[in-house]
């Protein structure tokens, strides 16, 4: 099965499966992903086409532009502070920051470009040793400073955790970022935070059904 194949695949399961369709964003992978297959997963009809390391998409940029994107160019992954002189001009969504300094340094190019960009908040859900992303209460300890950011909104939350396919483990930690929304929705941004996304999930089609509105499609679902 080819490139536009699975995409036309996924986009079928993203109106069978998922709760809310119309908020779902496919969004395709380019990490260590040659020129060529971009191309082909852009005539595919991916949503949004993601790039993990940020001085790779400068290069490619111009090659790609003359392709007819009607979409917004993504940040997939973690924002180092060396790459973030490239966000405002090729990017208008971060997909995670996991730091108050971080989004201050963004929120300070953006507004240098007249630029807002929009992201996801990263939750240190699962206690990883990694420690990425926030934990909870350092996140609530930092909202009015981030909320303070004129050039910058947010938009959900998402978590990081082993890749797993026990799926207990995946429905339950879709559960408790739904939950962990809501009540964020309540205290601090009346209903503005829409997206959920969890980058552990080996199936996309569970992240669909528990409710994820950015799908995130590595390189394999193209082989």
């Keep these: 099965m080819g490139i536009s194949e699975n995409i036309n ?3 079928l399961d993203i109106k069978k499966l998922s709760p809310y369709p119309e908020k779902v964003n496919l969004v ?3 990490k260590y992903v040659d020129i060529e297959t971009i191309k082909e997963v852009l005539k595919g009809g991916a949503y949004i086409l993601g790039e993990n390391k940020v001085q790779v998409l400068t290069k490619k ?3 790609l532009s003359s392709y007819s994107i009607n979409h917004k160019w993504h940040f997939i992954g973690n924002l180092q502070k060396n790459k973030v002189k490239y966000i405002a001009r090729f990017i208008d969504m971060i997909h995670s920051i996991n730091k108050l300094s971080l989004a201050e340094e963004i929120n300070k190019r953006a507004k240098e470009h007249n630029r807002v960009i929009e992201v996801l908040i ?12 926030y934990d909870y209460q350092d996140f609530l300890n930092d ?5 303070s950011l004129e050039n910058i909104k947010i938009k ?3 978590t990081m955790a082993p ?3 026990n799926e207990d483990f995946i429905r339950n930690g879709f559960k408790k970022l739904r939950e962990l929304k809501d009540e964020l929705n309540i205290l601090y941004f009346n209903d503005s935070l829409t997206e959920l996304s969890m980058g552990m999930s080996n199936d996309y089609k569970l992240a669909l059904e528990e409710g994820a509105t950015l799908i995130r499609v590595g390189s394999k679902i193209f082989e």
């Design 9 to 11: 695949d996924i986009l």
């Design 61 to 63: 940029y111009e090659e």
């Design 143 to 147: 909202i009015p400073a981030l909320l």
């Design 28 to 30: 395709a992978v380019t």
């Design 156 to 158: 959900g939350l998402m």
């Design 122 to 133: 990263e939750i240190n859900l699962f206690q990883e040793d990694s420690k990425e992303g």
């Design 163 to 165: 890749y797993t396919d």
